[in-house]
């Protein structure tokens, strides 16, 4: 190994051994308190007034460690704590909406993380080559205005984000009025480029899932992320009297709607395609009187699983579905956010790897677990940018987007560590 690459990892260890336990558990806390619920979850859904409040305590938080802040055209906040040279920097962070009913970790923690990186690394006078950038992408959960993970798509392709501005909530508020908005509220901060030079993204997570829990492992190396799809899916027929007209002369979408969701069920619980995840999470009636019978039904459709061939085949037994129903209306539906299957490349995983094991062994825990992520991260669209990676920490019962979201501090402790080492090292030095 070469001199600079041994002082990247000495840098590493102690940038490392500075992340400050309780310093981290007050910075999540003080955050959830934007949008927090009485059940103690959090309701902070992107460029809503919660998201925007929060935005100015991290904007506060970042200029108090010395951070030069800027944003751009989609709204991502970016946290620079300068490097020594002029080199493309190393990005971090995570994304800082959340969920209608969300959890206090879920992207949070990812940011925060960050900002506690920089603490430590201004606690230990640590001087990096490669400015390390924080950043708070906008709109990666995606249930105000769909598509998800909008930020981190337009900052790889910013031809995206004209498309993006015409999504609507359920107000029919447009994410570009959203966004001209937000933009108002923060005239002062600078603007960069979007798909500006990245020497790597490494992001911090929880893993939303069971696995490490299950397996008393307490940091995670991704190795990659499973493919995505959603669709919206419109039956139309007629409304009508819930009391004169005869069952047999209905065109009632409900019953179309049903039944087709009861098909797609099916076909996912069938053996062939058991790595399907199939969610049907969204339902708009209309016009949603109890004595009326449904004229328009909506619902959304999201189908994950780790090989796209399987997305293709669901794909393609919901147009058979779409098609044999027989009834006096009509079905249409649109795929509105497609991802293929994402692999994080070999040298970060060793590096993540490298990082996770010291945090681990120091606290005598068990060995990182190599793992693929079922949630989607930010990370999926930086992978098309740069050299990308995540580090998980485990969900208690593996509870997420869910007020009961939580994850133990010791853990959460130690995915900053190993965050911290990573990060560190290539801001000083390690190559890829
Ligand atoms: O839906 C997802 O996988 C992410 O948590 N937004
Ligand atoms: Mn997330
Ligand atoms: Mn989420």
């Known amino acids: 190994m070469n001199q600079q690459a041994e002082l990247a990892l000495d840098l590493a260890q102690r940038a490392q051994d500075h992340i400050d336990s309780e310093r981290l558990q007050d910075a999540i806390a003080t955050l959830a308190c934007f949008g927090g619920r009485k059940d103690g979850g959090v309701?902070?859904?992107?460029?809503?007034?919660?998201?925007?409040?929060?935005?100015?305590?991290?904007?506060?938080?970042?200029?108090?460690?010395g951070c030069l802040i800027e944003t751009d055209e989609c709204a991502n906040l970016y946290f620079r704590r300068?490097?020594?040279t002029d080199l493309p920097p190393v990005l971090t962070g995570s994304h800082n909406d959340t969920q209608p009913v969300g959890g206090k970790l879920d992207g949070a923690y990812g940011v925060v993380g960050g900002l506690e990186l920089i603490a430590a690394l201004n606690d230990a006078g640590i001087q990096t080559q490669r400015s390390i950038d924080v950043v708070a992408w906008t709109n990666e959960e995606g249930c105000r205005f769909g598509p998800g993970a909008m930020g981190s798509s337009a900052f790889v392709v910013p031809a995206r984000l004209a498309a993006y501005r015409e999504s609507v909530d359920s107000q029919q508020i447009t994410f570009g009025s959203a966004l001209d908005a937000a933009?108002?509220?923060?005239?002062?901060?600078g603007r960069r480029p979007m798909s500006s030079a990245l020497f790597a993204y490494i992001e911090l997570h929880i893993e939303q899932g069971p696995v490490l829990e299950r397996a008393e492992v307490p940091l995670g190396v991704v190795t990659g992320i499973q493919g995505v799809r959603w669709y919206r899916v419109t039956c139309s027929g007629m409304a009508a009297h819930a009391g004169t007209t005869p069952m047999d002369e209905r065109a009632d979408a409900m019953v179309a709607a049903l039944g087709m969701a009861n098909q797609l069920y099916a076909y996912a619980a069938s053996?062939?395609?058991s790595a399907l995840r199939l969610t049907l999470g969204q339902w708009r009636v209309s016009p949603g009187s109890v004595n009326t019978i449904p004229g328009e039904v909506v619902f959304t459709i999201d189908a994950r699983c780790i090989d796209d061939a399987v997305l293709q085949r669901f794909e393609d037994e919901l147009r058979d579905v779409t098609r044999s129903w027989t009834w006096r209306g009509h079905i249409d539906f649109e795929c509105f956010f497609q991802r293929s299957p994402t692999a994080f490349p070999d040298a970060i995983l060793?590096?993540?790897?490298?990082?996770?094991?010291?945090?681990?062994?120091?606290?005598?825990?068990?060995a990182p677990l190599r793992l693929s992520s079922g949630a989607f991260h930010d990370a999926m669209y930086l992978a098309d940018h740069c050299p990308s990676g995540m580090i998980f920490v485990p969900s208690e019962k593996g509870i997420s987007h869910n007020a009961a979201e939580a994850t133990a501090p010791?853990?959460?402790f130690l995915g900053v560590q190993a965050l911290a080492y990573t990060v560190t090292a290539l801001a000083t030095g390690v190559s890829l």
């Open 82 to 84: 300068p490097g020594l």
């Open 271 to 273: 053996q062939s395609v």
């Open 350 to 366: 060793d590096l993540i790897e490298q990082s996770c094991q010291r945090a681990s062994r120091l606290a005598q825990r068990a």
């Open 183 to 189: 933009h108002a509220q923060f005239p002062d901060l």
């Open 410 to 412: 010791r853990d959460l």
């Open 43 to 65: 309701s902070r859904e992107t460029l809503s007034d919660a998201d925007l409040a929060a935005r100015r305590y991290l904007v506060d938080q970042a200029r108090a460690l």
